[in-house]
């Protein structure tokens, strides 16, 4: 018996499995986040750098900072969670090592924007 034959004869006898398959559609979101290059602060020393600090704000857990050293004032940041908010601070750090206390927060939120068909 050729191998085709053999072949033919047991897919034929071979069931196809039922499957459930579990989907879940990703959406990746980036950030792009930027600040004033100068800190506004009456100082002889000139920025040369930044700190970066962000985190998930989640009313059930409290998450981690994740902190960027910088030398631009901005930064894209890619893979963030969707339908999650996010809030920002910036430190402004000088040539003489000192740095400024963090920024007020920035808030950004993830959440898809669904828009409404436009209508007559």
């Known amino acids: 018996m050729s191998s085709a034959a053999v072949r033919q004869n047991t897919t034929s006898t071979q069931r196809q499995p039922e ?3 579990g989907t879940l559609v990703l959406h990746r979101v980036s950030v792009y986040v930027t600040w004033p290059r100068d ?3 009456n100082t002889t ?6 700190r970066l600090r962000y985190q998930v704000l989640d009313d059930t857990e409290m998450h981690e900072f994740v902190v960027r050293q910088l030398t631009d004032n901005f ?3 890619d893979n963030v969670l ?3 908010r996010y809030r920002f601070q910036v430190k402004y750090v000088f040539t003489d090592g000192s740095d400024t ?3 007020a927060d920035g808030v950004v939120d993830t959440s ?3 828009r409404q068909p436009v209508t007559d």
Do not use: E, M, Q
């Open 19 to 21: 499957v459930k398959f």
């Open 75 to 77: 930064v894209l940041i």
């Open 101 to 103: 206390d963090w920024s």
């Open 112 to 114: 898809p924007v669904h």
């Open 45 to 50: 020393s000139s920025v040369v750098g930044y």
């Open 82 to 84: 969707t339908n999650a």
């Open 39 to 41: 800190a506004g602060c």
